[in-house]
């Protein structure tokens, strides 16, 4: 089973729809991103998450917003879907700290991504 | 944003090494380089990291000018599979978990 999961995987809504992307992840990290891809762009970061009680913007956070509902589970709404908001939304997620309590990789692990439509 | 100029896109044969090339002429000295890889709209994969030491593992390896102003992602033998977008990304290591930022990276095609 997939370490970080999305759901769902696509979603085609209207213009003012109210969306809701979820994330799950098993891997027992502290930490959570969204992110949103444009064709042929890299990603921008939407909000991130260092625990369930911290929730910071990150470059593009205007018209969305995100609840840490408990460590494994970070999820994104669209209050109200406008067409340019139409993009691959993925979560992802890290572990700040090693076992030791000393500053990791913090390599990020990617979910599968969501393909959003806003018609 | 990103902190780092990559070639938009670089063709290699199969089976030949990749040198995939990044320059971050503004690296900081606890700025860590890190690879990441996009293969056709999955998520990110993360690749290899490294500070001033040219790096290996089981998928690549990093070379990183003494100056550190610049480095190179080494596939030693591409394969198809390789062809994805290539992320060069500069980052500090500490308690405070500096962010990701992904630019456009490198569109890499690996031809048979």
């Known amino acids: 089973d997939a370490d970080v999961t999305q759901t769902p995987r696509n979603r085609i809504t209207k213009t003012g729809k109210r969306i809701m992307l979820e994330c799950s992840q098993t891997k027992g990290h502290d930490r959570m991103y969204w992110y949103r891809q444009d064709p042929g762009l890299g990603l921008q970061l939407i909000y991130y998450?260092?625990?369930?009680?911290?929730?910071n913007k990150g470059e593009i956070s205007d018209g969305y917003s995100v609840s840490r509902q408990a460590q494994a589970k970070f999820s994104l709404s669209l209050e109200s879907a406008i067409p340019n908001q139409t993009a691959l939304y993925f979560c992802a997620t890290s572990d700040l700290l090693d076992r030791t309590g000393r500053p990791s990789v913090d390599e990020q692990y990617f979910g599968p991504g969501t393909r959003l439509t806003v018609t | 944003d990103a902190k780092t100029t990559q070639p938009p896109s670089m063709d290699c044969a199969e089976g030949r090494a990749a040198n995939l090339p990044c320059n971050h002429s503004?690296?900081?000295?606890?700025?860590?380089v890190y690879w990441y890889r996009q293969i056709h709209s999955q998520g990110p994969q993360y690749i290899i990291h490294g500070l001033k030491n040219n790096e290996t593992n089981e998928m690549a390896s990093l070379i990183i000018t003494e100056d550190r102003k610049s480095s190179t992602l080494i596939l030693p033998h591409a394969t198809l599979r390789d062809t994805a977008v290539y992320y060069c990304i500069v980052r500090v290591i500490d308690n405070y978990g500096q962010n990701f930022v992904f630019g456009p990276g490198t569109r890499l095609s690996v031809l048979p």
């Open positions: 503004t690296i900081s000295g606890n700025e860590y």
């Open positions: 998450s260092f625990d369930v009680k911290d929730i």
